[in-house]
């Protein structure tokens, strides 16, 4: 029993870590949606190629698609890009947060 009073410090230092950096919501370091940036891919279809295209020219890290009907969480998040779909997959607006 006195063995175990004496070992147990030990194995509770064992799992301790080292604090993480604190995370920021919303935020991914170096990506800050620029909202006018992708403003000529409205009309355009849906692919996966425009997808990343306006990804790269507003500079976000998320990329979130919106087609008719379905419901968005309403956090807002400075590094994502939110591409709203008309029901024949064509892009009609395109906002970020």
Same mark, same amino acid.
């Given at each position: %029993?006195?063995?175990?009073? $004496?070992?147990?410090?030990? $194995? ?11 995370? &920021?919501?919303? @935020? ?6 620029? @909202?006018?940036?992708?403003?000529? #891919? ?19 890290? &998320? &990329?979130?698609?919106? +087609?008719?009907?379905? %419901?968005?969480? %309403?956090? #807002? ?9 008309? +029901? ?10």
């Amino acid at each position: %029993m006195l063995k175990t009073i $004496l070992l147990a410090p030990a $194995l509770l230092g064992a799992c301790s870590t080292v604090p993480a950096a604190p995370v &920021v919501h919303g @935020e991914t370091p170096g990506h800050t949606c620029v @909202e006018n940036a992708a403003d000529s #891919y409205i009309g355009q279809a849906r692919t996966d190629a425009t997808g990343k295209a306006i990804q790269a020219a507003t500079h976000a890290a &998320v &990329v979130r698609w919106a +087609p008719p009907g379905v %419901m968005l969480t %309403m956090d #807002y998040r400075a590094d994502r890009v939110t591409i709203w779909l008309g +029901p024949d997959n064509i892009i009609t607006k395109i906002r970020c947060g």
